[in-house]
């Protein structure tokens, strides 16, 4: 291992300023043209194998070692958010209205620099290193169900993946077994009064009078229709009902999200969504169209890959502690991998020391690029240790 992280140290500076680059320019999901070309680029100046469009705007490379092996596959997202960076330092984002707000760039200039590293090793690497850069991560569908449908899982024997995650201390792996993240899901809900003169309610079906009751009754969907026992979040986010100041508005609109665990828990917190809806607006004499859509599946970690992950991430020189953690509400469409293949995902503590750790998703979210070394130093160290675990495995399978 000291092999690799003396190399991850040597491309250090290279990684930052690639995390720099990609920061500030940029490209929102399924609009991704530069970003791919940079990353085929880089790993065809290395000599990789490399496939392009994967999916639609995937970007996939090859490093096969010289000695027989496992095919380990290290994935890392690329697409960025509608979001206006608020951020003050050089590397902002020179794209208006849209900014890496959740570190895919961070996590892009990681698996690029393990690359060079990894293909510096090339002589003594074990097995094939299948580099998967996906495109479309923070839109459903999302970008890994079409770049599986396209072949980047063939082949691979186990998948890895992290998140750099800005509100952890530096140098901390966040790791769990079984359900990490949720599913995210989207409801849309309008409701259809009747709308007329603010002098006059009484000749209307007041939309937004209905809305609010609508918003009053929907606390009731956790709180009493969903077991104690199982995990389950209903937010409304955005509402929409523009109107004149004396005019009772005809109709309004109500955005939000649903997070689950399970599929049976999904699936009844969609139908009581809708007889919330249905009851309320009945009561008021109104119509409604709802419409639920599934975003992607639960992260479910692979329990052996998972302790995997746990037990060779402390051999890391920058990782300072490991730690279960609990389930995250948060969604990720690397559970499509894992639907397919055996694997882990897990996070990589990035949060600035002295600095306030904002969220993910927040116009001035930044990652101490420390992580960078971090996050490479673990999944390098993932996938040359799993070769030599394979080999333990079939030596005790051979003993039996």
């Known amino acids: 291992m000291d092999q690799l992280y003396r190399y991850l140290n040597e491309g250090y500076e290279e990684m930052v300023e690639i995390r720099r680059y990609l920061h500030q320019y940029p490209e929102l999901s399924f609009e991704e043209v530069e970003t ?38 290290l994935r890392a997202d690329f697409d960025a958010l509608p979001i206006q960076e608020e951020n003050d330092f050089p590397h902002k984002s020179k794209v208006d209205g849209v900014m890496h707000a959740c570190g895919h760039d961070g996590h892009t200039a990681a698996l690029l620099g393990l690359a060079k590293a990894l293909n510096r090793m090339k002589e003594d690497l074990e097995g094939t290193i299948v580099f998967i850069h996906q495109h479309a991560e923070e839109l459903p ?60 309610p009484e000749a209307t079906k007041d939309s937004i009078a209905i809305a609010g009751q609508l918003i009053v009754n929907m606390q009731q969907v956790v709180s009493r229709r969903v077991s104690a026992l199982d995990s389950a979040v209903v937010s409304i ?18 955005t939000g999200t649903v997070r689950t665990f399970k599929e049976n828990v999904r699936n009844h917190v969609a139908k009581e969504i809708e007889r919330v809806v249905k009851g309320t607006c009945l009561a008021a004499d109104a119509d409604y169209v709802y419409e639920y859509t599934k975003g992607y599946p639960a992260t479910v970690n692979h329990e052996e890959e998972t302790e995997f992950i746990a037990s060779i991430a402390e051999l ?25 293949v055996k694997g882990a995902f897990f996070f990589t503590g990035a949060a600035i020391d002295g600095r306030e ?20 130093q673990v999944l390098g160290t993932a996938a040359l240790k799993y070769s030599k675990k394979n080999e333990s495995d079939n030596l005790g399978e051979k003993c039996k």
């Open 36 to 73: 791919p070309k940079f990353i085929a680029d880089y790993h065809e100046k290395l000599g990789h194998k490399v496939r392009t469009g994967v999916g639609g705007r995937g970007v996939v490379a090859v490093l096969e070692g010289a000695k027989p092996g496992p095919t380990i596959a």
């Open 141 to 200: 569908p999302g970008g890994a169900i079409a770049m599986i449908e396209d072949g980047c899982l063939d082949g691979v024997d186990v998948i890895f993946g992290t998140h750099l995650w800005a509100t952890a201390p530096l140098g901390e792996i966040g790791y769990r077994s079984g359900e990490f993240m949720a599913a995210p899901d989207r409801f849309d809900i309008k409701v259809l009064g009747y709308g007329g003169h603010g002098s006059q």
């Open 237 to 254: 986010c955005s509402i929409e009902a523009k109107n004149p100041y004396n005019i009772i508005a005809d109709s309004v609109s109500l």
């Open 357 to 376: 750790s904002y969220p993910h998703h927040h116009p001035k979210f930044d990652i101490d690029e420390k992580a960078l070394l971090t996050a490479a």
């Open 316 to 340: 890391s020189p920058t990782v300072t502690s490991v730690k279960e953690y609990e389930p995250q509400m948060g969604g990720e469409d690397f559970a499509y991998y894992l639907q397919h």
